[in-house]
């Protein structure tokens, strides 16, 4: 049998994942016949130090890589979308080879090799594990890690290390909770959504489907994580004036899907949404898809 590394994230408070239900986790493997480990992390290199163990035998080419024969199994505790990112995103540190050093066994079109797959244990509703439909319960992630079943999906990376899961919101509301707009160029492969000459309200770059609305505006409705390509939309207000009503304005959303968009707000910081986690941007971000870079634990369909 394999052993299983429960990972809870330590939040800024200094406190770790609720334990009750990792416990109820832990208990599960041992009556599946696994041995489970628990174990905190409240820094990068923390974790750095937990996913070492996921490491595979050593190659000729002295790069680190993923053990194909997953004799250890990773299962993360989170409260948000956020902490799950942070452990991707110390795996693609970990795994991706540097640009000049790129072996010919990669994956077509991508810059990486498969992750490790990930077991989820949700500790909170909805967010990104609801999206996909994976376990929400402990017994049901034990169940689902133990079977070994799983399911891949996209990655995507961004020219500032990081990566994105679900997708980000870009653009803000003032203190009436109104939209305020903004410039920017946002390119997407050979498409132009917008130069920046039009004024915005938001623009989404999605890879599942929890950024496919914006109060109730559907931007990128059709966002899958699984199809190799990433969604983008932008909402620009348009303005209309008739005889009988006068000025109106109403909003045009501008959709596409590719494989890498660049975003380049003009004229200052950004509101930036990403993951659950904000930040702003006042600089031009790229995000390319890896397909199927990733892979999650999940109960078979049925």
Not at 5 to 30: E, K, M, N, Q, W
Not at 43 to 60: K, N, T, Y
Not at 218 to 240: I, R, S, Y
Request: glycine share 10%.
């Amino acid at each position: 049998m394999f052993d299983v590394l429960l990972l809870s994230l330590i939040d800024g408070a200094g406190c770790a994942a609720t334990r009750a239900p990792v416990l109820t986790c832990r208990d599960a493997f041992v009556r599946g016949g696994a041995r489970p480990e628990l174990a905190n992390a409240g820094s990068d290199e923390e974790i750095d130090a937990v996913l070492a163990r996921l490491d595979g035998p050593a190659r000729p080419d002295g790069l680190v890589w993923p053990d194909p024969d997953r004799r250890t199994r990773l299962v993360v505790a989170i409260a948000t979308d956020g902490q799950l990112r942070a452990v991707v995103r110390r795996l693609v540190r970990r795994y991706a080879p540097p640009p000049v050093r790129r072996p010919d066994d990669l994956p077509p079109q991508r810059t990486m090799p498969d992750l490790p797959p990930i077991g989820v244990l949700p500790l909170s509703t909805g967010g990104l594990p609801a999206l996909l439909g994976l376990p929400g319960t402990p017994d049901e992630v034990a169940k689902a890690v133990l079977g070994g079943h799983t399911k891949r999906l996209d990655l995507l990376r961004t020219d500032g290390g990081s990566v994105t899961l679900n997708g980000a919101l870009l653009g803000g509301t003032d203190a009436d909770e109104q939209a305020v707009t903004w410039r920017g160029r946002v390119e997407v492969d050979d498409s132009v959504l917008t130069d920046g000459t039009d004024a915005v309200v938001a623009c989404v770059v999605a890879n599942a489907a929890g950024y496919a609305a914006v109060d109730g505006l559907p931007l990128a409705p059709a966002a899958d994580p699984a199809d190799g390509v990433l969604d983008v939309a932008v909402a620009v207000p348009v303005v209309t004036r008739t005889f009988r009503r006068g000025r109106r304005v109403s909003i045009e959303v501008r959709r596409t899907k590719g494989r890498a968009v660049s975003v380049n707000p003009l004229g200052g910081e950004l509101p930036l949404l990403e993951d659950s986690v904000f930040t702003t941007l006042s600089h031009k971000r790229f995000w390319w898809v890896e397909p199927g870079a990733w892979e999650v634990y999940a109960l078979p369909a049925g």
